[in-house]
């Protein structure tokens, strides 16, 4: 028989693995989708303004889910949470490859998001009660695997593609990929929820959960501009070769991926004050970089910046949630978790008026100082 804690060890890299593995499985599954949607758009038939309120449609699956999701964290297991919303997410990718009117493909991307969402709010909790299990900084690593995961998925997605095999073969081929993932992670994920003891169904988010969740909603919206607006930035305002805009956006992916990858040491040698303060001056000189070199490299370098400083200020914000007691953990992540993702669907769109009325080079300065709101309250959170 093992010894006590021979035992604890070999649960805790058991429930490490689960929570990785899930990480994984949904950036290769956000990965997948992203890749479909070129061809969703021609298959359908649609133009620019439609295929922007399909894509709506994810974010509200994934706004109401997360929330919900949250409170039934507090009365029934991660483990079947994870299994019933990672089931829904790989069965619906199919689905998006193959709708063939824009009712399916809508009733599509609602469950593709809503189970997202599902999937997103109890892999961080998830997260947040390893980590405390541990008793060492994982969370970043945790993280790092949701952005390497989206590097794989779409390499795996466009190599596939390039195969000339049919799109929902490649799907399936990608989805068969992730339910093997599943079956190894989920008989080692939690089965206990949020708290030890049964706690209250809903909570409104209070104390310094909300400071948290606003500080999310600033990072994930600078992470939105990178999506939406570092293309556009580089091929009207640096003159890149259309062809080539998407190089910002790779960039800040690498440079994100590889510090979050090596994040837990780096909050283990720093703290996570230091951290959360190198993240958010790191991130705001990105932007400030970005936008004030005269050319394309140095905004590559600025965007390669932002991608460095913004890597461990969200998964640091997910583990101070995790000592935090304002609020159970199921609920206060599930409010932290959707605060940063109306951040990404809204903030965008913020950019763009702010662009119209002035310039885009003026809106992503504008992120820049929105983000010193991070090193400001560090000592706050951390507190």
């Given at each position: 028989?093992?010894?006590?804690?021979?035992?604890?060890?070999?649960?805790?890299?058991?429930?490490?693995?689960?929570?990785?593995?899930?990480?994984?499985?949904?950036?290769?599954?956000?990965?997948?989708?992203?890749?479909?949607?070129?061809?969703?758009?021609?298959?359908?038939?649609?133009?620019?303004?439609?295929?922007?309120?399909?894509?709506?449609?994810?974010?509200?699956?994934?706004?109401?889910?997360?929330?919900?999701?949250?409170?039934?964290?507090?009365?029934?297991?991660?483990?079947?949470?994870?299994?019933?919303?990672?089931?829904?997410?790989?069965?619906?990718?199919?689905?998006?490859?193959?709708?063939?009117?824009?009712?399916?493909?809508?009733?599509?991307?609602?469950?593709?998001?809503?189970?997202?969402?599902?999937?997103?709010?109890?892999?961080?909790?998830?997260?947040?009660?390893?980590?405390?299990?541990?008793?060492?900084?994982?969370?970043?690593?945790?993280?790092?695997?949701?952005?390497?995961?989206?590097?794989?998925?779409?390499?795996?997605?466009?190599?596939?593609?390039?195969?000339?095999?049919?799109?929902?073969?490649?799907?399936?081929?990608?989805?068969?990929?992730?339910?093997?993932?599943?079956?190894?992670?989920?008989?080692?994920?939690?089965?206990?929820?949020?708290?030890?003891?049964?706690?209250?169904?809903?909570?409104?988010?209070?104390?310094?959960?909300?400071?948290?969740?606003?500080?999310?909603?600033?990072?994930?919206?600078g992470e939105g501009a990178m999506v939406d607006w570092s293309a556009l930035f580089l091929t009207s305002e640096r003159g890149l070769d259309p062809a080539h805009g998407s190089s910002g956006y790779a960039v800040f992916s690498?440079?994100?991926?590889?510090?979050?990858?090596?994040?837990?040491?780096?909050?283990?040698?720093?703290?996570?004050?230091?951290?959360?303060?190198?993240?958010?001056?790191?991130?705001?000189?990105?932007?400030?970089?970005?936008?004030?070199?005269?050319?394309?490299?140095?905004?590559?370098?600025?965007?390669?910046?932002?991608?460095?400083?913004?890597?461990?200020?969200?998964?640091?914000?997910?583990?101070?949630?995790?000592?935090?007691?304002?609020?159970?953990?199921?609920?206060?992540?599930?409010?932290?978790?959707?605060?940063?993702?109306?951040?990404?669907?809204?903030?965008?769109?913020?950019?763009?008026f702010v662009a119209n009325a002035s310039s885009l080079a003026t809106a992503l300065a504008c992120v820049a100082v929105l983000v010193l709101a991070v090193p400001a309250a560090a000592p706050v959170i951390l507190r």
């Amino acid at each position: 028989m093992p010894s006590r804690p021979n035992a604890r060890v070999i649960s805790e890299a058991g429930y490490i693995l689960s929570t990785r593995l899930i990480f994984l499985v949904t950036g290769i599954a956000m990965a997948v989708w992203s890749a479909l949607v070129p061809f969703a758009k021609d298959r359908l038939g649609i133009d620019d303004a439609a295929l922007g309120l399909l894509l709506l449609c994810l974010g509200l699956g994934s706004l109401v889910t997360m929330p919900l999701t949250g409170m039934l964290a507090q009365r029934y297991s991660l483990r079947r949470i994870l299994l019933i919303a990672g089931l829904v997410l790989c069965v619906s990718l199919p689905c998006l490859a193959v709708a063939p009117t824009v009712a399916t493909m809508t009733a599509a991307i609602l469950a593709f998001g809503g189970s997202l969402g599902c999937v997103e709010v109890a892999m961080n909790l998830q997260a947040v009660l390893v980590e405390r299990g541990a008793e060492r900084p994982l969370m970043s690593g945790f993280h790092g695997l949701y952005s390497l995961g989206g590097l794989v998925g779409a390499a795996a997605a466009t190599g596939l593609f390039s195969l000339l095999i049919p799109q929902v073969g490649s799907v399936l081929i990608l989805v068969a990929a992730l339910l093997a993932m599943l079956a190894i992670a989920l008989p080692r994920s939690l089965i206990r929820g949020g708290t030890e003891e049964p706690g209250p169904f809903f909570v409104v988010p209070h104390g310094i959960v909300v400071l948290i969740g606003a500080l999310c909603f600033i990072t994930f919206l600078g992470e939105g501009a990178m999506v939406d607006w570092s293309a556009l930035f580089l091929t009207s305002e640096r003159g890149l070769d259309p062809a080539h805009g998407s190089s910002g956006y790779a960039v800040f992916s690498v440079t994100m991926t590889a510090g979050r990858l090596a994040g837990d040491r780096l909050v283990r040698r720093l703290g996570p004050q230091r951290t959360l303060i190198a993240g958010g001056f790191g991130m705001s000189a990105g932007f400030l970089l970005a936008v004030t070199a005269p050319g394309a490299i140095g905004s590559l370098a600025g965007f390669a910046l932002v991608g460095a400083g913004a890597s461990n200020i969200v998964p640091v914000l997910f583990s101070a949630t995790g000592r935090q007691r304002a609020m159970p953990s199921s609920l206060a992540v599930a409010a932290i978790s959707t605060l940063g993702y109306t951040g990404i669907l809204t903030g965008p769109a913020f950019l763009g008026f702010v662009a119209n009325a002035s310039s885009l080079a003026t809106a992503l300065a504008c992120v820049a100082v929105l983000v010193l709101a991070v090193p400001a309250a560090a000592p706050v959170i951390l507190r």
